[in-house]
């Protein structure tokens, strides 16, 4: 299957800038799987599609405000440094620029000292290794220096750094948010509850590969990144339930897809493990765990428009974005919903 089939053309003005006031005021596009139907909804009435007994899944990842400004020690040249992920202790494998003056051995000064780094390795893809000298507790000194890494597609400044974090964010090391899971408020999620539905958590540290386009012409050659994912024992057993009692399990998110489906056996039911996934979800895929998904929309020949087309069908997607593009719909992380049932 070719790279090219996956392509739409998007105004700019349709990326969404800026997060709406009302989390769940979103627009939600309702696809059917069944009878391929397209609906246009708002995003709260997502209640509406789920009923009792099934269990909605969630990933808990939260981002770290991962993009540090500093200066290089000695010349004072301004660096920018992305943290991609923990490796053990202080060494964070990281994206630096400009890279021509990040050698071995560079040390870079952040927040007037606060926070110091030494670059020790350069690995594939030209990521930089660095290993970090402070005091205190580098979570705190994070949050006092760090910025949000919003994606390169959203230029306007984030005046809350919580409107990128969703509202049960816990388990912090992501380079970026689980989008799906931003239209939900702690209310919507208490109706849904009520209703009887089940609520499941994973965690999945979702990477920068995540907005890394496809580079090559057949999507069968792609080499996907790699995330840790964590699912609890407490957390598989309700899944499980409900799987055995029949219901559904709809993920939010393609992080939750991810998971679920790296560690679910051919029957869908899933066993609590951690780990680092690879899975590449693309028409073709038999899905052995989950039923439906609520998903953003995402960049044209990404794999992710790849894995949503996986689940509701390459066409029924594509027309689908046609119609939101043409509705007026607000496009990725910021932007309106899906829901594919």
């Not at 050698?103 to 290794?129: A, M, P, W």
């Not at 408020?185 to 990477?207: D, F, M, N, S």
Request: net charge negative.
């Amino acid at each position: 299957m070719d790279v090219k089939d996956f392509y739409y053309e998007l105004p700019p003005e349709l990326i969404a800038q800026d997060p709406l006031k009302d989390r769940s005021s979103s627009r939600l596009m309702v696809l059917g799987r069944e009878d391929g139907s397209i609906e246009h909804h708002v995003f709260r009435e997502i209640v509406d599609y789920l009923y009792p007994g099934d269990c909605l899944v969630i990933n808990n990842t939260k981002v770290l405000p991962a993009r540090l400004y500093g200066a290089k020690e000695g010349t004072q040249a301004g660096i920018e440094l992305l943290l991609l992920k923990r490796l053990d202790g202080d060494r964070w494998e990281t994206l630096v620029k400009p890279g021509k003056k990040a050698k071995i051995g560079t040390k870079i000064q952040f927040g007037e000292g606060i926070l110091t780094g030494e670059i020790v390795d350069i690995v594939e893809e030209g990521n930089r290794i660095i290993q970090f000298s402070y005091t205190g507790i580098f979570e705190e000194i994070l949050d006092q220096l760090g910025e949000m890494p919003l994606p390169p597609y959203i230029t306007h400044r984030l005046e809350d750094k919580q409107r990128y974090q969703t509202v049960y964010a816990k388990q912090e090391g992501s380079a970026a948010a689980p989008t799906a899971g931003l239209h939900f408020t702690p209310h919507l999620l208490e109706q849904i509850r009520k209703k009887g539905v089940e609520i499941a958590e994973v965690t999945l540290h979702v990477g920068l590969g995540t907005f890394r386009p496809v580079k090559v012409e057949q999507i069968a050659d792609h080499h996907m990144h790699s995330e840790f994912y964590s699912l609890e024992q407490a957390q598989a057993e309700k899944i499980n339930q409900a799987k055995a009692d029949g219901h559904r399990i709809i993920a939010v998110g393609t992080t939750s897809t991810r998971t679920l489906e790296s560690v679910a056996d051919a029957d869908g039911y899933v066993k609590a493990a951690s780990g680092w996934t690879q899975i590449f979800i693309y028409p073709g895929y038999h899905f052995r765990c989950i039923d439906g998904l609520i998903t953003n929309f995402h960049l044209p020949e990404s794999t992710l428009i790849m894995l949503v087309s996986a689940l509701a069908g390459r066409e029924h997607v594509m027309e689908a974005y046609a119609q939101a593009v043409q509705e007026r719909y607000r496009f990725f992380s910021f932007g309106d919903a899906m829901y594919i049932g």
